[in-house]
T-cell receptor, first 112, second 114 residues
Framework: KAGVTQTPRYLIKTRGQQVTLSCSPISGHRSVSWYQQTPGQGLQFLFEYFSETQRNKGNFPGRFSGRQFSNSRSEMNVSTLELGDSALYLC???????????FGPGTRLTVL | AQSVTQLGSHVSVSEGALVLLRCNYS??????LFWYVQYPNQGLQLLLKYTSAATLVKGINGFEAEFKKSETSFHLTKPSAHMSDAAEYFC????????????FGKGTKLSVIP
């Protein structure tokens, strides 16, 4: 079974731009969670989507948003990028809401 | 809210020596506890998990961890370090009873010296 895939793997943007990251979960998994990983703050939970609905949200500003499609694929969007948004963004999928998570390789976002 | 403290952001061991990575948690509910490993430029891989069954949990690659409720600890050990164990290790605790929504520790980077 294929694992979680994330595209693109690397991304460079400038301040003020917006960015969209994509995550394809393991086949059959219906929940997708997103995490931000930075050297200073570590791994922080962004949000979880299940059956196209946001179920849980971490403590991030409204510039961070996401969605999930009917095929369970998910996208997250960051608007008005700031330097501090530079991070590794990890996606994890699970079979059920708040279920055991399987992580993708991440998207490395650099904001200049 | 749950919290996780990993003692030591960097740990160095010699090849063949014991690996001990420390994790203490704070949880208001019976926790699920996890150890993940992350290799450079990769995502997280689950090493092992505790979900209220046996307190000594065996994982992949020879790692194991013991849940000690009285000490609120879940330390990760491996009897003999291998060069391939060099990576960053994260301890995590569930946010709610029976949930896999996780709060992570800051991570411990393990170096293995030949």
């Amino acid at each position: 079974k294929a694992g979680v895939t994330q595209t693109p793997r690397y991304l460079i943007k400038t301040r003020g731009q917006q960015v969209t990251l994509s995550c394809s979960p393991i086949s059959g998994h219906r929940s997708v969670s997103w995490y931000q990983q930075t050297p200073g703050q570590g791994l922080q939970f962004l949000f979880e989507y299940f059956s196209e609905t946001q179920r849980n949200k971490g403590n991030f500003p409204g510039r961070f948003s996401g969605r999930q499609f009917s095929n369970s694929r998910s996208e997250m969007n960051v608007s008005t990028l700031e330097l501090g948004d530079s991070a590794l963004y990890l996606c994890a999928s699970s079979l059920v809401e708040r279920g055991e998570q399987f992580f993708g390789p991440g998207t490395r976002l650099t904001v200049l | 809210a749950q919290s996780v403290t990993q003692l030591g952001s960097h740990v160095s061991v010699s090849e063949g020596a014991l690996v001990l990575l420390r994790c203490n948690y704070s949880s208001s509910v019976p926790p699920y506890l996890f150890w993940y490993v992350q290799y450079p430029n990769q995502g997280l891989q689950l090493l092992l998990k505790y979900t209220s069954a046996a307190t000594l949990v065996k994982g992949i690659n020879g790692f194991e961890a013991e849940f000690k409720k009285s000490e609120t600890s879940f330390h990760l050990t491996k009897p003999s370090a291998h060069m391939s164990d060099a990576a960053e290790y994260f301890c995590a605790v569930s946010e709610e009873a029976g949930s896999y929504q996780l709060t992570f520790g800051k991570g411990t980077k393990l170096s293995v010296i030949p």
